[in-house]
């Protein structure tokens, strides 16, 4: 069965760092692009970043340019977001999801709405 579980949320300072793990299992994540997205409170999903299945070109929101990263192992099936320089409007639901359409692209994509599979997603709180 494919999953994808994402970890490593919680409560965080402004100005701290988390990092989040999405660990896939049922198929081989190498084949596909994945992206990492969020969700606050009554706000709509919003695209961060995401990376080709082969770990090069990758693509980043405005919001987290410059404090977030995405990294992947194959090997170990796992994604990550690594977040630096934290603020209160980065709390939310943070998710990782799956485009088994990546081979249409040319790009990875940060529409959530051409992502197929996702995570339950991990909550990320900022606040003093």
């Known amino acids: 069965q494919l999953q994808l579980v994402e970890s490593g949320g919680g409560l965080v300072q402004p100005g701290g760092s988390l990092r989040l793990s999405c660990v896939a299992s049922g198929f081989a994540l190498g084949y596909y692009d994945i992206g990492w997205f969020r969700q606050a409170p009554g706000k709509e999903r919003e695209g961060l970043l995401c990376?080709?299945?082969?770990?090069?070109?990758?693509n980043y929101a405005d919001s987290v340019k410059g404090r977030f990263t995405i990294s992947r192992d194959n090997a170990k099936n796992t994604v990550y977001l690594q977040m630096n320089s934290l603020k209160p409007e980065d709390t939310a639901v943070y998710y990782c999801?799956?485009?088994?359409?990546?081979?249409?692209?040319?790009?990875?994509?940060?529409?959530?709405?051409?992502?197929?599979?996702w995570g339950k997603g991990t909550l990320v709180t900022v606040s003093s």
């Open positions: 990376m080709r299945s082969s770990g090069g070109r990758t």
């Open positions: 999801a799956l485009d088994r359409e990546s081979y249409l692209r040319s790009s990875c994509t940060l529409d959530y709405r051409d992502m197929e599979y």
